[in-house]
């Protein structure tokens, strides 16, 4: 399995230099989309219901203090991913990947998975609640 790193370091050879929020993002939309393709896990590590969206503590953790990072920033091995790793994500390249970073936010806000992780917490107070992949794969798995 793939680690949060080797998919984000993947994202940005493919995308280039983009904000952290934006990463995160597009790394939470791979985990959730391929999860519900695959049935499988993408990422071995966690996102978490943060304030702005679903955050990942361990990437965030490699690229705090940053706004924006390029794939020479991020220790991960691009090479780690299977053929049908990197078709999820490139699939949700596509898709979202011309988003700006407020619209991926605004967007997990309105989703199911985020709001179930938050519960009934306020939209200011700060949660390390984790977003099961399974309520990813339940929601998105009914958008198909």
């Given at each position: ?85 990197k078709e999820s994500v490139d699939v949700v390249l596509k898709d979202y990947g011309t988003m700006q970073p407020f619209e991926l936010s605004s967007q997990t806000h309105s989703e199911l998975p ?31």
């Amino acid at each position: 399995m793939a680690t949060v790193f080797d998919v984000a370091k993947y994202i940005l050879e493919k995308q280039g230099k983009m904000s952290t929020w934006k990463l995160q993002k597009l790394c939470y939309y791979s985990q959730a989309w391929h999860y519900t393709w695959t049935d499988e896990r993408l990422i071995e590590e966690d996102f978490q219901a943060w304030r702005n969206g679903p955050v990942c503590p361990e990437l965030f953790n490699a690229h705090k203090g940053k706004f924006m990072v390029d794939a020479d920033a991020i220790k991960g091995n691009s090479a780690n991913l299977t053929a049908d790793e990197k078709e999820s994500v490139d699939v949700v390249l596509k898709d979202y990947g011309t988003m700006q970073p407020f619209e991926l936010s605004s967007q997990t806000h309105s989703e199911l998975p985020w709001k179930k992780a938050r519960g009934n917490l306020s939209p200011l107070e700060n949660s390390d609640a984790i977003i099961s992949v399974e309520s990813m794969g339940e929601y998105y798995g009914n958008l198909i």
